[in-house]
């Protein structure tokens, strides 16, 4: 059978893709090496504990907001979601002093000046900008926009220049920064528009789902099987073959071929490029340019299962830094583990937490000399490894937790490696290509390739994240069926 459109890859990018193409009346097909669908969106249990894998919060789902108006268009607003708290949905922790995030440009900005009362104009200033761009974001999504040179602009700004000319408090300018566990901040490379639109977006309201990010995949799964398309698991794609100039055809690792008119890659493009073993339209320099592409950094994570009714429930997420100067995460070497994010997993009363998930940034050269060894058979020096950062991540967590010894059940720890092994993520990198605003036309990918017929789509194009990944859905459709045709059902409150 022949379809109009193979997917690889089923993260939300490609279960979204074919959502859109399949509402559209195309037969899709989307190919997924794992027996679970989801890729960073999968849950996992042990000891009976289910546990996320990256997908832990999202913000701007409220009413009229625009992640609402994206998870309508997808059927996804039934799903379980639970608001963080409207006043402290986060918290920074900076030497041993906190300071909130509360929802809303203006209570996020009054909330902020109780502490920081000098800064009262820089702070109105910075939410003013974190609007224009959070507001900026649907017409993007508009037939005939022009949003896509603004937002293009906002790209080649540095986010940490902004910061710097915005705020004139350096502990102010780590605070507004220390959620920023949700991208890599990088002073040297970060485009302002990342920086502004996720930020924008958990300031407009925070929500985390109970079930975890699998519920958003199974539930765009049914759907896309309901409206006639097909979800293969324990299908990874090993071979894309091109003919007279077009692909043609997808090989599965059974051995089994995949033939559709379009195919779209919801996998990291050098990983893409490394599938066409034989083309006359991909040039060497195109493969060179994409292979030399930086990735972020990858996320070293701590899932632990505690015993019953020991740590209560917070809700909110909390970002515990050793000292400040937050931007300079990225300048992380081997080096006591700076910061990490703590986020909860409530029991059903919203009592007491389950488990957490502490995480925290890991760059590929810290886990490199694993690289050729596989799941479960690393080594006992990459358990050393783990244990040690494991305790280092449980010691800045006891900084809010102070009974966390004792509460204690069991942890379970990944790494860069693990992302890698499971998702094909290069690297493992948490959030794929790194977008640089001094080489904005080399760092952000469209979805078009060399290959007529390959499209791109997922975290490596514009914007990481559920938000980011959702836009990329829209403007890859959109280069099979137009704009308004990719668009058509999705509509923003004004
Ligand atoms: C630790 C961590 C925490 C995060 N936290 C958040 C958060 O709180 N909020 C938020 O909005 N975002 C968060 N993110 C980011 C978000 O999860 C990702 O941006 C998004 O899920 C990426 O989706 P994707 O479609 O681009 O690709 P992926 O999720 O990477 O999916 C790619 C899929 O392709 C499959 N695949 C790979 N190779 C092949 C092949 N050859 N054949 C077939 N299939 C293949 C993989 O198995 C995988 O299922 C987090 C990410 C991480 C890593």
Redesign the pocket.
């Known amino acids: 059978m022949k379809y109009d459109v193979a997917i690889?890859?089923?993260?939300?990018?490609?279960?979204q893709c074919a959502y859109i193409l399949a509402r559209k009346g195309l037969n899709v097909c989307v190919?997924?090496?794992?027996p679970v669908?989801?890729?960073?969106?999968?849950t996992f249990r042990r000891n009976g504990v289910e546990f996320?894998?990256?997908?832990?919060?999202?913000g701007g789902l409220d009413d009229g907001q625009p992640l609402n108006a994206i998870f309508h268009y997808f059927n996804l607003l039934h799903l379980p979601w639970h608001r963080w708290d409207n006043d402290a949905f986060d918290e920074v922790r900076i030497g041993g002093q906190s300071y909130f995030f509360a929802n809303g440009y203006q209570h996020f900005a009054d909330t902020l000046a109780e502490q920081f009362p000098h800064q009262r104009d820089n702070l109105k200033r910075y939410v003013e900008m974190l609007k224009t761009v959070g507001d900026g974001l649907k017409n993007s999504l508009l037939p005939h926009s022009d949003e896509e040179v603004f937002s293009r602009s906002l790209f080649t700004r540095s986010a940490y220049e902004f910061l710097c000319e915005t705020i004139t408090d350096p502990l102010l300018r780590d605070v507004v920064s220390g959620t920023s566990l949700?991208m890599e901040l990088n002073r040297r490379t970060l485009p302002l528009y990342v920086f502004a639109q996720i930020n924008s977006s958990f300031i407009q309201s925070a929500w985390r789902l109970n079930g975890g990010?699998q519920l958003i995949a199974d539930e765009l799964v049914k759907s896309i099987r309901q409206m006639g398309g097909t979800v293969l698991t324990l299908?990874?794609?090993?071979e894309l073959v091109e003919r007279d100039g077009r692909l043609a055809q997808a090989i599965?690792d059974s051995g089994e071929s995949v033939e559709a008119e379009w195919f779209i890659s919801?996998?990291h493009p050098a990983?893409t490029l490394d599938?066409i073993k034989e083309s006359t339209q991909v040039r060497k320099i195109y493969r060179r340019r994409i292979g030399n592409l930086q990735n972020t950094f990858?996320?070293f994570?701590v899932n632990v299962a505690l015993k019953d009714g020991t740590v209560p429930y917070l809700n909110r997420n909390q970002y515990v830094y050793r000292t400040g100067n937050v931007w300079s995460l990225a300048d992380y070497a081997d080096r006591p583990t700076p910061g990490i994010l703590l986020s909860y997993r409530a029991e059903a009363d919203n009592r007491f937490a389950r488990n957490i998930d502490l995480?925290t940034p890991m760059y590929w050269p810290e886990v490199e000399r694993w690289a050729d060894t596989k799941v479960g058979r690393r080594g006992t020096d990459y358990e050393d490894f783990k244990r040690r950062k494991t305790d280092e991540c449980l010691a800045l967590a006891a900084e809010v937790i102070p009974n966390l010894t004792q509460a204690v059940e069991k942890t379970f720890s990944s790494t860069p490696l693990t992302?890698r092994d499971?998702?094909?993520?290069a690297q493992g990198a948490?959030?794929?290509i790194r977008k640089d605003y001094n080489n904005p036309m080399l760092t952000l990918l469209t979805p078009r390739t060399p290959v007529p017929n390959l499209l791109l789509?997922?975290?490596?194009l514009n914007l990481?994240?559920?938000?980011?990944?959702s836009m990329s859905s829209f403007f890859t459709c959109a280069e099979i069926l137009g704009m308004a045709a990719a668009t058509d059902g999705l509509k923003f409150e004004d």
Request: hydrophobic residues 40%; charged residues 10%.
């Open positions: 690889i890859g089923s993260g939300l990018g490609g279960l190919l997924e090496k794992n669908v989801g890729g960073c969106l999968q996320d894998t990256g997908f832990h919060y999202v949700k990010g299908a990874g794609v090993v599965v919801d996998i990983a599938l990858g996320m994570t995480l992302y499971y998702t094909a993520t948490a959030y794929g789509t997922g975290q490596n990481h994240g559920v938000l980011g990944v």
